[in-house]
């Protein structure tokens, strides 16, 4: 419970000295606390709950209450949503009755408590139980979560999406087909590499040079085909080629990226500092894309730009999931000074928040100031669109029934 004497200690004070000098002295020890909560960062508090919601389309959030009313919200890994979210109860073992403010002290605690470590669906666990705790000391504190990582490196952030004149977006990414997509082979002849070429080729020309057009192979390409693609598609200047072929052997990657003087991208499959930094290395990649819900949360991705910047990389946050997801990822976009680019960072998400975003404008949106990650949710939407998740969904080869990469 939060102390008596921490209340009365701020009543007495006020009455001898005034509102005013309180409301100063806030500002002055707490990093220019905004709409703060009524516990201050030198009180008690304590976590007393934790709970997961499951919704239709697979996105998983935690909720960790406190005994002082302060809430935190996180989002994790939307595949194997349920062992997501069973995870996160395991964990809630240990830290219910903990303070929730030592985010990087309980980020070591779950990641090495067990004997077996890391995995896309524990760091996932870990990933979100590190945003909602993150969320809880920013609103401790009463300041967006970047202002507690050294205070904001931009003053907006570029986001890709939907190209719009309203909003003013002008990045976009789509596959190798379009939107669409298809099983591609180990080898493809000139027929599907001349689709792929005349599709971004009709792409390039609507838009003309002032919108960037990055690809998504999505790791479904063979690298024979790959490198096909990667120098038919150079004349027409993509922003980057993303997952170019599965991360899984980093040496493939590397070789396909000297051929080729567009930048090549990865992340959204790969974990923690240690699963980035074979990437780095042998510069596998130029950006890197690591996803706040499943890389190792807002601890983690602070982490990994660092040791980004070092090689002279950006930072182009993954994000195919919810407001959280967004949210979190913006905090790292606010306060590292690599960033590039935020993924899908123009979505409103009005169907799960209680107050809106920052706007975008002119292909930017503007730092997030709330209190902790910096969205609201509304508990009664989010509750409305909780269900079974989507069900598992393999991709076979039209012609000859094959399991292929989607």
């Known amino acids: 419970m ?21 409301a100063g002295m806030d500002a002055l020890f707490t990093c220019e606390r905004t709409d703060a909560a009524a516990i201050g960062p030198n009180d008690s508090i304590k976590i007393t709950r934790l709970e997961t919601f499951v919704l239709k389309n697979s996105w998983v959030f935690v909720k960790i209450s406190t005994d002082a009313g302060v809430v935190g919200w996180g989002e ?69 979560v970047y202002k507690l990582l050294g205070g904001p490196t931009r003053d907006r952030i570029r986001v890709y999406g939907t190209v719009s004149q309203e909003t003013g977006v002008n990045a976009i990414k789509v596959g190798p087909m379009g939107e669409g997509r298809q099983a591609i082979k180990y080898v493809e002849g000139p027929k599907f590499v001349d689709a792929v070429v005349e599709n971004f080729k009709a792409l390039r020309q609507k838009y003309g040079n002032g919108v960037d057009i990055a690809i998504d192979f999505h790791g479904a390409v063979q690298p024979p085909t790959a490198l096909l ?34 930048p090549l991208a990865t992340g959204e499959r790969i974990f923690t500092k240690w699963g980035f930094r074979e990437v780095l290395e042998k510069r596998a990649a130029t950006i890197l894309q690591p996803d706040v819900c499943y890389a190792g949360g807002i601890t983690e991705l602070r982490l990994i730009a660092g040791m980004a910047e070092a090689y002279y990389s950006p930072i182009a946050p993954h994000n195919p999931q919810g407001p959280c997801s967004l949210a979190a990822s913006m905090q790292i976009a606010a306060s590292i000074p690599n960033f590039l680019i935020q993924e899908k960072g123009d979505l409103a998400y009005d169907d799960l928040l209680a107050k809106p975003l920052p706007p975008v404008r002119n292909g930017y949106r503007g730092l997030p100031t709330d209190p902790g990650i910096g969205v609201t949710i509304d508990e009664e939407k989010l509750k409305a669109q909780v269900g079974e998740p989507r069900e598992y969904r393999p991709k076979f080869d039209p012609d000859d029934g094959s399991v292929v990469d989607w």
């Open 2 to 22: 939060k102390s008596p004497f921490s209340i009365n200690r701020r009543s007495w004070l006020g009455g001898i000295l005034g509102t005013g000098f309180l």
């Open 76 to 144: 994790m890994l939307k595949d194997d949503a349920r062992a997501c979210a069973a995870g996160a109860m395991e964990a809630a073992r240990y830290l219910v009755g903990q303070d929730p403010c030592r985010v990087v002290f309980h980020w070591q605690a779950i990641h090495r408590g067990a004997f077996y470590r890391g995995g896309p669906v524990k760091t996932a666990i870990l990933s979100g139980i590190d945003q909602a705790l993150w969320d809880i000391k920013g609103k401790v504190y009463g300041v967006p």
């Open 229 to 262: 693609l990667i120098k038919a598609l150079e004349p027409y200047q993509p922003f980057f080629y993303e997952e170019v072929v599965q991360c899984l052997n980093v040496d493939v990657m590397a070789e396909l990226a000297r051929k080729t003087h567009i």
